[in-house]
């Protein structure tokens, strides 16, 4: 904390905010939409949506469109923003936003030209076998991912749980006696 009264230049008291790492992915199904596109990194033990981290100064959806292009050699068209989710930081690395796209429909596996330095297969996983595949937090953005595109919505999350409303700090009691 600096002296009361001290006063830094732009620069300085930007360069002193907390930093957070940021993700952007697609989620792309089959066109019956029972089965989501999955890629498996060579350097995890589980499975993941296709995108990744964020380069500095990226916008969210010109990060989707670039790892999709580097993982599955595919140019989708990045649909609207389905999810954003708050990930805690942990013991070894910041907090985190992932942003998760809408990526349309591919049809025919045989389209994709999959990146061997960092993915070892791709392919689709039924609705029903998320859980098995993903991580948790992985399962919890998508799955809120194919609501919110059934829904025309977007989802919050804070740590893969779904936000309904975000609070304003204030007890709702004291709102309802305020208003009251």
């Not at 591919?106 to 990146?115: E, K």
């Not at 977007?154 to 304003?168: F, K, R």
Request: glycine share 8%.
């Amino acid at each position: 904390m600096w002296p009361v009264g001290e006063r830094l230049e732009p620069a300085q008291w930007y360069a002193s905010l907390p930093s957070f790492l940021a993700s952007a992915s697609a989620l792309i199904t089959n066109p019956a939409g029972s089965a989501v596109l999955a890629v498996k990194p060579n350097y995890r033990a589980w499975w993941n949506v296709p995108g990744g981290i964020m380069e500095a100064g990226e916008p969210p959806h010109v990060c989707c469109a670039r790892e999709i292009a580097e993982e599955l050699g595919l140019q989708v068209t990045v649909g609207r923003l389905l999810v954003l989710d708050w990930v805690e930081p942990n013991p070894v690395r910041k907090a985190w936003f992932g942003y998760l796209f809408d990526g349309g429909v591919v049809a025919d596996l045989s389209l994709i030209a999959l990146q061997s330095e960092e993915l070892d297969a791709v392919e689709f996983v039924d609705r029903s076998q998320l859980r098995e595949r993903f991580t948790a937090n992985t399962a919890d953005r998508v799955e809120a991912g194919l609501q919110a595109r059934a829904s025309g919505g977007v989802a919050y999350l804070h740590n893969g749980l779904v936000i309904e409303q975000a609070s304003t700090g204030v007890a709702r009691d004291r709102l309802s006696a305020r208003d009251g």
